[in-house]
């Protein structure tokens, strides 16, 4: 702070964002959306539940009327000549062309992330058998004098292969402690709506009551840091777009190899998927966008297909489908308005993209996750959103993070010395849609009940019509757009606590 100017800063990953809106004559900024007092935005609301892994669409905006989110790497610039809202940082770092570099990087970003944890006293983690935070957990035991308590979430109804590798990885390091903290009916997600307090959309919010099991737990082991894997696929995972980098590098034997193993893993055609990145690699941000405009005016009918991530981004033809007309019209017009190209992320590929849509997405998880945590006294962490973590994984480029045959090499080749190899062999994430059928199915009533009362129908937002048909679909197993439903969902959860 200067005596005649104060500078905000935002963390990088956006998870501490601010909000600013013009005020009585001067300007307010705060941490949450609520003390601004507006109303709803519906061309907000859309963005956000159709498409918020569309950066220059999504990024700045909250869902209230004349309220901007400063976050991701912001700060706020505010004197007696005005308030300017600029970027500290690049949105890309500086690359480097040998990943042991990046290895090496991420190495001590993360040794220094989980020793400052250390400081608040009693340390405890998730530890899902996952990689992500399996080597928080096992870095916390070597950093640490005493055992770490880990905990792993299972339900017996809907197993999601967590508790067998988490047994596994805690059996060979008597360093850790395993808890196990077991599903019910009720934690099932879209329980208790009612309860799922969020001061801005949180899809967390549909599974709350799950997340409260690991973390009344952590506060039961009287933790000072609870540590969490949030962010660690956005950074360590490439989206399959990363085929369109090989493209233009030339590189046409290793894209006809990683084609052929990403297409036997998500079973589609390996013809089709180096078809769709020699497309990718030629289409610009530009005109991507076009291509976005045309699909929100004309809703497509087809089914999603996996092949879809290779792209600048995925929007599910039947999430499009939700939005009433007048406002799949205005969000057609601001997909293809200039000024939204120019709002791209400066450097970035179609994979560099992703990665920075999908931090995003981790930073608002988090800090839910975080508020939660808080009213059980809890400090919830998530050390893969710190800064210097970002950082080195996103100055290794997204071809050089993906490796044929391996899961996240970069962590591997980071933590080699430091965590057992072995502990981080599992190629595999707990996959818990098997809940989300469940939970919808058993909340059906209260979910329809949140329909016929709607604020996004109120606000012009959605058809109703269309949302109780995937309703429907959902509770009779169909494939359906989860995460989109849950932004819905999430929103209407929001809307109400406004």
Avoid at 39 to 66: I, Q, Y
Wanted: aromatic share 4%; glycine share 8%; hydrophobic share 45%.
């Amino acid at each position: 702070m200067e005596r005649d100017r104060v500078q905000i800063y935002s963390d990088l990953a956006g998870q501490f964002p601010f909000y600013l809106a013009a005020r009585g004559g001067g300007w307010l900024v705060s941490s949450h959306a609520w003390p601004h007092g507006r109303e709803p935005d519906p061309l907000a609301a859309a963005v956000d539940v159709v498409c918020p892994h569309v950066l220059p669409l999504a990024e700045g905006r909250s869902f209230l009327r004349g309220v901007r989110e400063v976050g991701g790497g912001h700060l706020i610039s505010a004197g007696s000549g005005g308030v300017e809202v600029r970027r500290y940082a690049p949105w890309l770092p500086e690359r480097v062309t040998d990943p042991a570099e990046g290895a090496r990087a991420l190495r001590s970003a993360l040794v220094e992330a989980v020793r400052l944890r250390r400081r608040s006293g009693v340390v405890t983690s998730d530890l899902s058998g996952g990689v992500d935070s399996t080597a928080l957990a096992l870095l916390a035991a070597r950093l640490s004098p005493e055992v770490i308590d880990a905990v792993v979430y299972h339900h017996l109804s809907a197993p999601a292969d967590d508790l067998a590798q988490a047994v596994r990885v805690a059996g060979a390091d008597r360093r850790i402690r395993l808890a196990t903290v077991r599903g019910t009916p009720d934690t099932l997600p879209y329980q208790r709506l009612d309860q799922a307090w969020a001061d801005r959309p949180a899809p967390g919010a549909l599974a709350h009551r799950r997340a409260m099991l690991r973390l009344r737990w952590a506060a039961a082991h009287g933790s000072g840091a609870h540590l969490t894997g949030e962010g660690a696929d956005a950074l360590l995972h490439p989206s399959p777009a990363y085929l369109a980098d090989l493209v233009r590098a030339g590189s046409v034997a290793r894209l006809a190899k990683d084609s052929a193993a990403l297409a036997q893993l998500r079973k589609i055609s390996p013809g089709g998927l180096m078809l769709r990145a020699v497309r990718l690699a030629r289409t610009s941000p530009a005109t991507a966008l076009r291509q976005l405009g045309r699909s929100l005016s004309v809703p497509p009918r087809a089914a999603g297909s996996p092949a879809d991530a290779v792209s600048w981004w995925s929007v599910s033809g039947e999430a499009i489908g939700w939005l009433a007309p007048r406002v799949r019209s205005e969000l057609a017009d601001l997909a293809t308005d200039p000024a939204t190209t120019r709002a791209m992320p400066e450097g970035a590929g179609p994979a560099d993209h992703a990665a920075l849509a999908e931090l995003r997405s981790a930073a608002h998880a988090q800090r839910y996750l975080r508020e939660l945590g808080a009213g059980v006294g809890v400090a919830v962490h998530a050390p893969y959103l710190d800064r210097a973590v970002i950082r080195g994984c996103l100055a290794v480029p997204a071809v050089l993070r993906a490796e044929r045959g391996r899961f996240k090499p970069l962590l591997v080749a980071a933590l080699r010395d430091l965590v057992p190899n072995d502990a981080l062999s599992r190629t595999t994430k707990g996959a818990y849609q098997a809940e989300e059928y469940l939970g919808a199915r058993r909340a059906r009533r209260e979910i329809s009940a949140l329909l016929a009362d709607s604020r996004l129908v109120d606000l012009g937002v959605v058809d109703p019509r269309a949302v109780t048909v995937t309703l429907t679909r959902l509770c009779h197993g169909a494939p359906v757009p989860l995460g989109s439903f849950s932004r819905l969902l999430a929103l209407e959860i929001a809307l109400r606590d406004t």
